[in-house]
């Protein structure tokens, strides 16, 4: 769990230290919680951001960072260590060499040739899109790096690349692909948490939209059932081709 403002009352349940940090510096946040249920699904920045009046900028800045200190200085969980040491592992995997030597600077297109990136290595960006934004291109596409036919694995994530000439491009990041699925729906819940009043049925459809890829996050009500199954019937149909 990532301490902070952006929890709900109903996660500060399962943790009786975090709990009693927030009756200690907001105590009007359990007040609101049992007088509008609807008010424990909400993230605190949000509520403070509904009601000014009853949650104080000062003491909910206060509130977030002993929430933060504590968390800091709690013992991670076997669950967390394990997506700790996941990340490592993905960042080691993934990590980008630089070839110096066999970079160049294009300033024109060379069709039929290997074309580098500005650290020296062929792009991988298959089947990709470019798009603009302030100026600056971005480009990503399916990394085939160690793609040889053999393996059943046929990409290997999403590779992103940023040019300001759509010559000469510089890689970015490399996207972890699949293991990225595992975090996402959580990843996805917390912003949206952040942003807006999600209710229960809400945070289960956004929790478990990659069913049945997460299989630890299966649906719990018809609705997020219903935006699972459209979500895999509109992927396959752009996979076949059925849609433009």
Request: net charge neutral.
């Amino acid at each position: 769990m990532k301490y902070g403002i952006n929890l709900t009352w109903n996660d500060l349940q399962k943790d009786a230290g975090a709990l009693a940090l927030v009756r200690q510096y907001l105590p009007a946040m359990e007040a609101l919680a049992s007088q509008a249920p609807g008010a424990a699904r909400i993230a605190i920045r949000t509520a403070q951001g509904y009601a000014p009046q009853m949650f104080p900028a000062g003491q909910v800045a206060a509130l977030d960072k002993a929430l933060k200190a504590y968390g800091a200085a709690k013992p991670l969980s076997a669950e967390d260590t394990a997506r700790v040491e996941r990340y490592r592992a993905l960042q080691a995997a993934h990590k980008v060499e630089a070839h110096p030597e066999r970079a160049v600077r294009y300033d024109a297109f060379h069709p039929g040739r290997p074309w580098l990136d500005t650290n020296g290595n062929p792009i991988q960006a298959h089947g990709g899109a470019v798009y603009q934004e302030d100026g600056v291109w971005y480009w990503y596409g399916e990394n085939k790096e160690f793609t040889d036919g053999k393996s059943p694995i046929w990409t290997w994530g999403i590779r992103m690349y940023r040019s300001t000439d759509l010559y000469n491009w510089q890689d970015r990041a490399s996207h972890p692909g699949v293991h990225h699925a595992w975090q996402h729906p959580d990843i996805a819940l917390a912003n949206a948490r952040a942003r807006f009043a999600v209710t229960d049925t809400e945070a289960d459809i956004i929790r478990s939209h990659m069913f049945p890829l997460t299989l630890t996050k299966p649906h719990h009500t018809l609705e997020a059932a219903v935006v699972g199954l459209m979500d895999k019937l509109c992927a396959a149909a752009e996979l076949l081709g059925l849609v433009g």
